[in-house]
């Protein structure tokens, strides 16, 4: 169904390694997506998932000279709740860590990207989703195209964070396109949920893929889990086999 050779029979039948769809989506170019002069906006509810989603659309903006700014709305400090180990005081220093290396991975220009951090509490964005609207206007124009988890992803807070953003975007004349996370990994029966019809394909070469996997490892913290306390790793294996595919998929 798709040409990749990672041990696809011993993972789950999960939408983005079983959905028939995929070989029939779109492929566009990134100067059609991002037309030339236009700034990319990446807004990520927590850390990682600007990486996880758009890890290698970034490095195709970066090396093509397009402006760039990323929006971290939380700290990602509360993915490890009950955690000795992971305290949410150890992560809020932590996570911001891992994703300085996670961007110096990705070969971005740290010394010219722009990046607003939001100081939102993680897992509870969705009580604030009119001020979380506010704030993203803020800092968009008119002209951007905008990039963020899709309102309908199944995580509250990336549902908030797709509603917010498709809002601020309208509000200000940018472009939104939605980018699903965790609905690649619903179940293959699932698949008739996902808007198809929006869906593209962005290529990406063998090096762009490598240095996003690479970059995705940078999360030291969420690789792992706490059997002992009943947390699952929140980078599990089907993700970390996912984003070794040849192409990103984007909702237009």
Same mark, same amino acid.
């Given at each position: 169904?798709?040409?990749?050779?990672?041990?696809?029979?011993?993972?789950?039948?999960?939408?983005?390694?079983?959905?028939?769809?995929?070989?029939?989506?779109?492929?566009?170019?990134?100067?059609?997506?991002?037309?030339?002069?236009?700034?990319?906006?990446?807004?990520?509810?927590?850390?990682?998932?600007?990486?996880?989603?758009?890890?290698?659309?970034?490095?195709?903006?970066?090396?093509?000279?397009?402006?760039?700014?990323?929006?971290?709305?939380?700290?990602?400090?509360?993915?490890?709740?009950?955690?000795?180990?992971?305290?949410?005081?150890?992560?809020?220093?932590?996570?911001?860590?891992?994703?300085?290396?996670?961007?110096?991975?990705?070969?971005?220009?740290?010394?010219?990207?722009?990046?607003? !951090?939001?100081?939102?509490? /993680?897992?509870?964005? +969705?009580? &604030?989703?009119?001020?979380? *609207? @506010?704030?993203? %206007?803020?800092? =968009?124009?008119?002209?951007?195209?905008?990039?963020?988890?899709?309102?309908?992803?199944?995580?509250?807070?990336?549902?908030?964070?797709?509603?917010?953003?498709?809002?601020?975007?309208?509000?200000?004349?940018?472009?939104?396109?939605?980018?699903?996370?965790?609905?690649?990994?619903?179940?293959?029966?699932?698949?008739?949920?996902?808007?198809?019809?929006?869906? !593209?394909?962005?290529?990406? /070469?063998?090096?762009? +893929?490598? &240095?996003?996997?690479?970059? *995705? @490892?940078?999360? %030291?913290?969420? =690789?792992?889990?706490?059997?002992?306390?009943?947390?699952?790793?929140?980078?599990?294996?089907?993700?970390?086999?996912?984003?070794?595919?040849?192409?990103?998929?984007?909702?237009?």
């Amino acid at each position: 169904m798709k040409s990749v050779s990672f041990s696809e029979a011993s993972l789950p039948a999960q939408i983005w390694n079983s959905a028939p769809q995929l070989d029939n989506i779109p492929v566009i170019n990134t100067q059609a997506l991002v037309p030339a002069g236009a700034r990319a906006v990446l807004i990520a509810p927590h850390p990682g998932d600007e990486v996880v989603t758009c890890g290698g659309l970034l490095q195709l903006l970066s090396n093509l000279g397009h402006p760039l700014q990323l929006i971290s709305l939380t700290d990602g400090s509360a993915s490890h709740p009950g955690s000795q180990q992971w305290s949410e005081k150890r992560l809020s220093v932590f996570r911001p860590q891992e994703s300085v290396e996670a961007l110096r991975r990705l070969g971005l220009p740290m010394h010219s990207l722009k990046w607003i !951090r939001g100081g939102f509490t /993680d897992n509870a964005l +969705v009580e &604030r989703e009119e001020q979380i *609207t @506010h704030f993203i %206007a803020r800092y =968009l124009r008119p002209g951007d195209v905008v990039f963020s988890t899709w309102c309908e992803d199944g995580n509250v807070d990336h549902d908030t964070v797709g509603r917010a953003c498709a809002k601020a975007a309208a509000s200000v004349g940018a472009t939104y396109n939605d980018v699903p996370f965790w609905a690649w990994h619903w179940p293959a029966r699932d698949g008739e949920l996902i808007p198809w019809h929006r869906a !593209r394909k962005v290529r990406l /070469d063998t090096w762009t +893929v490598a &240095r996003k996997s690479h970059a *995705t @490892h940078a999360y %030291a913290s969420q =690789l792992d889990g706490e059997p002992a306390i009943g947390l699952a790793p929140s980078l599990p294996r089907s993700l970390l086999e996912r984003i070794r595919l040849p192409y990103e998929i984007v909702l237009v």
